[in-house]
């Protein structure tokens, strides 16, 4: 095991939060570590849950036998697609049985994913030090296959500090290729009907496009209400998805905007949080004198 978050300290005071990961090889070692980390869970009475992709949950229920339906085992590929619904996932955990001690199993940064997906599952990790320093009751042990090429130390030990200079620090530059559109106001009709357009020439579907549609509307007048009324908007595909990458000169100051949801009568933060639901992929980035999200719609 690496480093357990819960030794650190948080502002002077002991964090609640125990945040380990492991590195494995063959599935062998990943039922080694797993199995045992599930059933001390289980033992002790905790509320088991296991996010993980198809392949490692199959050598899993082997392995657990009759104690695999026991955990609550749910598709990384689904619940973890975009990892920034990660630490909603297990607020909502968390909160469905209150003073239960839960233990988490994850593995988000599964074999085949864009180097945009694993940049955001270590950004998830590091945040999830800061989402859930005061949860005591509450462990989650993070596996990465050794193919992928992550060292999960960084995320596992000074989290914050990891998370607030990846928040702070823009995005890869946006390819000359991509095409462009600045816009106020007044144009964020035109913009609506210009992307849908890109999008169905590339064979987004009907119903991903409605989503990226709402998502790029309240990405863009996130732009106009909090980032000086105007915003710039590039466009491209890479990776098998169409990219929708927005620019402004405002700031976010909050490292968990989009995944804690606001409250009705809040300012702000609610257009990122449907943003994650609605998108792929969505990556966040906002410093002094920018914020920067880039929505990835996948080509079906």
């Known amino acids: 095991m690496l480093k357990d978050s819960a030794t650190d300290s948080l502002h002077g005071a002991p964090a609640g939060f125990k945040h380990d990961a492991f590195v494995h090889g063959a599935d062998e070692e990943f039922v080694l570590r797993a199995a045992a980390f599930i059933r001390e869970g289980l033992a002790a009475g905790e509320k088991v849950v296991a ?3 198809p392949e490692r949950t199959a050598v899993l229920r082997d392995a657990l036998d009759s104690q695999y339906s026991e955990v609550t085992v749910v598709d990384a ?5 975009n990892p920034a619904r990660l630490i909603p996932f297990w607020r909502a955990i968390l909160e469905q049985e209150p003073g239960r001690p839960v233990r988490g199993l994850c593995e988000a940064a599964y074999p085949g994913r864009s180097a945009a997906a694993y ?7 590091a945040l999830s030090d800061i989402a859930f320093a005061a949860d005591r009751s509450f462990r989650l042990c993070c596996a990465y296959e050794a193919s992928v090429g992550i060292d999960p130390t960084a995320t596992h030990s000074g989290g914050e500090a990891l998370a607030d200079k990846t928040f702070r620090t823009p995005l890869s530059d946006v390819p000359d290729r991509a095409e462009r559109w600045e816009f106020g106001p007044d144009e964020l009709g ?7 357009g890109q999008a169905s020439s590339h064979g987004v579907s009907r119903d991903r496009l409605e989503d990226l549609s709402l998502a790029l509307h309240e990405i863009c007048t996130n732009s106009i209400r909090f980032g000086g009324g105007r915003g710039a908007l590039a466009v491209w595909i890479a ?3 169409l990219i929708c990458n927005v ?3 405002g700031r976010i100051d909050d490292l968990l905007v989009g995944r804690v949801l606001p409250p009705l009568d809040g300012l702000g933060g609610r257009g990122v949080w449907l943003a994650n639901q609605l998108c792929d992929l969505v990556q966040l980035r906002s410093g002094d004198d920018f914020t920067q999200v880039r929505l990835y719609t996948r080509l079906r």
Do not use: H, I, K
């Open 119 to 125: 940049d955001e599952v270590l950004l998830y990790e």
């Open 247 to 249: 620019t402004d000169r």
């Open 190 to 196: 035109q913009v609506r009907q210009w992307v849908g």
């Open 77 to 81: 590929t689904v619940a973890g697609g």
């Open 239 to 241: 990776d098998g998805s």
């Open 51 to 53: 996010v993980l992709p």
